[in-house]
């Protein structure tokens, strides 16, 4: 560094003004640490809008080419577009619109308003029936609060009154985001009209139907304007309730009578319900309460608390409120189970530091952790980044990193100091001659990590807070290194440590030893160590692949696809099945059952599934992981044995962005039936690996239907029309909206239809009398032939193409990339086989951790040469850089050792560690050849300045490897950063290893350095 400015001078030139900074260093980190947002996982962006559209009546293919290609036509033209899926049934779409994982959060609101847009412009082109568009552009809004309301002697509309008035207190939170109810039952006012006595009346339902909707209609009645004062008139005459109906007197033509003459008048509930919410078997109604972004969990989470416990205590004796998901206490135990780590490897950082250097050393080396953590607490705080998984795994293999450069600086000093300096010359000289080489192995070290912070996948996004704390933690270090570390070091250093020093220890002579044989035999060194790494880049084959791993948590979840025409009362009764068997076992706390539908996204990463009748799920709460693992070996046993022809799929929760199950192969082709059949084969070659479960497609059977083959010429002549015909069956069946009763903010349905024998059954319909204009009635098979057929109940497509997706759980502890592997020819083989037009596509997570590593790729270069620039920019020589360079990939033998003896699979995160740890052994190497060529400058020898070099600098070297490694120890446990501390520790310790053996011996060969004969002598 420039003599004409020592940064460590001037600090020990402004002592109290250092130490002033150091102190507020110290408390305002404390600050940030306690005022720092918690959350369990880093947010990332799910980029997911959802289109609903129906068009009622039609069917399956009237949909497809009515409605789903329309959209999906238009949502061609959004640039940023990844792919669209859709879930198409008889009159309703569903289209999900998925974007480029590249899209930038800021960009996304713009592009929903944008498709809105274009919805809007072709609303023109649907048929008149279409009933228009549903958005849902907050499909990755989170619900950490869930609440059941259960309730013994309450109807559920009064429980559902006594929920809102809770939701508005919650809404009052500043915090609070959205607010929702779920689980409750509509209510609706069924008139079940009887064609018989219809009949016997000579009445026409739609005449009556007509009058009920006059009577009820809301009318202006107008306002006299009586001189001084306005008085509205208002007419009486809407119906109150279900009672002012029964008394409704009708006259239709020359008949009058009362409306119950003809119908059945009665309260209750949309029949069948569309979604059904239990909590532990109990019929419940839910609260889902989310947050506003970048809040603290904790301190909003004991503010709900508080309103909570308000409202619970003025709920009547029979009304009980549960906690379904509680994610302020589930971030608290992370966040305080990482804290835990992160404090064991700071006790680990520093005591290493004071074992190796000694106490007063070892001091100075270690104060530099906490004013490193403080100063980066307050940057974390200020840039909006929270404690998280992420950040503080980062902070932990960021301990080990950061006191190197504390290290280097005090081993300089302890150096001078024991060459007879003083201690203001030893701090002056530390920053002389090894500041610039630190901040340079510094900024190489945060090089390695770019791929993280660059990576825009959704992985990338979901880790890049590691970049940001590593790179921050790292660069503060030095800081600390270059202006704290000097005037501790002047402060805990004893004056001159010239009449301590003893010579070599027994550990430094059997090391020098060992630096003396490489040497000599250096080539053979060379040859060793290359043919190491050759063998550990041929042993990566037996290191298995992993995108991320499942969640720690002790959550379970149990998914239940019965046949697509199931309806929703056997989907819960086939629940409740499942449910008899979670009933009193010891390792349930509690479970909530969802019927027709998934549970509230409460976890970022979870994936909630499309709504379906024949759809549901049990989230089910374990008391602890080995009791999570017990039952889910027992639900998967029972699963096998009670529910045939039910798909039940037994599985944890996720760390990273959803997947689904872990193996998928996607059959794309343009003919719906030919796809299904073909699905079919797919199915049967992934059923081949015992290895794999719960195999299922995503759409399969078809579906029976009745078609009722008009009579055109005998409708005619009866002044019917298919129209007509349509709209009676649909009123008997599915009943018809015929007006609506206001209750207080409530809009209740009053439908007319059937009554319940009639509507319930297949056999009615072949003796089904329809009333005709006149009041009579014509039985409806004098006008209609009747068959039956099949019909596909839903096609999913994807891109505009019907796919079928084969799925599959993991039967053994087998990682999906090795399952996918051996059924890669298989499949290829299939795939080649296909007709033109369909083709095979493997999904999943070796589809996800593929697009996670293609942007890694994509950014492998600029790190490499940002790396080879500062290493030329620290070395100005092309000679140096190649021997420092050479010392990058060489970690990976120590990485395939660690993985494959630790047998833990190489993932996403272990990757990133991968190829940071290239950073790190440059950033050794760099110390070490900036130290050769200092002593060769100084006059040296060459073969003397290499060994006196690596001598003086294995200290550091090893001991920052040994507290980089050691730091790692607590998270080596963790679940999601096992396979990256494995990694890590295993790199840096080999490593290290090469670094001290391999340098010296490849800069012997680089510049043909042979040892004078006289000077062995």
Known sequence: MSERFNLSDWALKHKSFVWYLMIVSMLAGLMAYVTIGREEDPDFTIKTMVITAALPGATVQETLDQVTDRIEKKLLEVDELDFTKSVTWPGVSIVYVNLLPTTRGPQIPPIWQEIRNMMGD??????????????????????????????????????????????????????????????????????????????????????????????????????????????????????????????VNLRVGDRFFRLTDVATVRRGYKDPATELFRFNGEEAIGLGVGMRKGANILAFGEQLDEVIDRAESNLPIGVEIHKVSDQPKIVDEAVGHFTRALAEAVIIVMAVSVLAVGLRAGLVVALAVPLTLGITFVVLEYTGFTLQRISLGALIIALGLLVDDAMIAVETMIYRLEKGDGRHQAASYAWRTIAFPMLSGTLITVAGFIPIGLNNSNAGEFTFSLFVVIAVSLLVSWFVAVLYSPLLGVTFLPKNLGHKHKGPGIAMRMFQTALRGAMRARWLVLVVILAGFVASVYSLRFVEQQFFPDSDRTELLVNMTLPQNASIEETSAQMKAMEAHLKDHDGVSYWSTYVGRSALRFLLTSEPATPSANFGQIVIQTTGLEARDKLRDELRKVAAEEFPGTDVLVKLLAIGPPVGRPVQYRLSGPDIAKVRDLGRELTAIVASDDRLESIAMDWNAPARVIKVDILQDKARQLNLT??????????????????????????????????????????????????????????????????????????????????????????????????????????????????????????????????????????????????ITLVMVQMQSFRLAFIVLSVAPLGLIGVVIALITAKAPMGFVAILGILALSGILIRNSIILVDRIEALRKQGMEAWDAVFEATVTRARPIVLTAAAASLALIPISRQVFWGPMAYALMGGIIVGTVITLIFVPAQYLIVFRIKRDPKQAE
Do not use: C
Request: aromatic fraction near 8%.
């Open 122 to 247: 072709i609303r023109g082109e649907f048929p008149p029936e279409f009933a228009g568009f549903k958005f849902n552009d907050r499909f990755g809004d989170v619900y950490g609060n869930i609440y059941a309301f259960t309730s013994d002697g309450f109807t559920p509309r009064e429980v559902r009154d006594m929920i809102e008035d809770i939701r508005r207190e919650v809404q009052q939170l500043d915090d609070a985001g959205d607010v929702v109810i779920f689980g409750d039952r509509e209510e609706a006012i069924y008139l079940d009209f009887s064609p018989e006595k219809m009949a016997a009346l000579g009445v026409n339902q739609d005449q009556v139907q007509a009058t009920l909707a006059a009577q009820n209609a809301i009318v202006p009645s107008g306002v006299i304007e009586a001189g001084p004062e306005r008085v509205l008139v208002r007419v009486s005459g809407k119906f109150l309730n279900a009672q002012s109906l029964e008394d």
């Open 722 to 867: 298919a129209r007509d015909i349509s709209i009676a069956l649909n009123t008997i069946y599915n009943g018809k909206g015929v007006t609506n009763l206001r209750d207080q903010t409530y809009l209740i349905d009053i439908i007319a239809r059937g009554d319940r024998s009639t509507s319930e059954s297949i056999d009615t319909l072949f003796n089904l009398q329809l009333s005709t204009a006149d009041g009579g009635t014509i039985p409806l098979s004098s006008v209609a032939d009747f068959r039956f057929e099949t019909e596909q109940p839903v096609v999913i497509q994807r891109n505009r193409m019907p796919t079928v997706t084969v799925e599959a759980a993991l039967a053994t502890k087998d990682q999906p990339a090795t399952i996918v592997k051996a059924l890669k020819q298989q499949i290829e083989d299939f795939d080649s086989a296909l007709p033109a037009g369909y083709h095979v596509e493997t999904g999943g997570s070796v589809e996800k951790s593929a697009e996670s590593q293609g942007p890694i790729a994509a950014v492998a270069p600029m790190m490499i040469l940002i790396i």
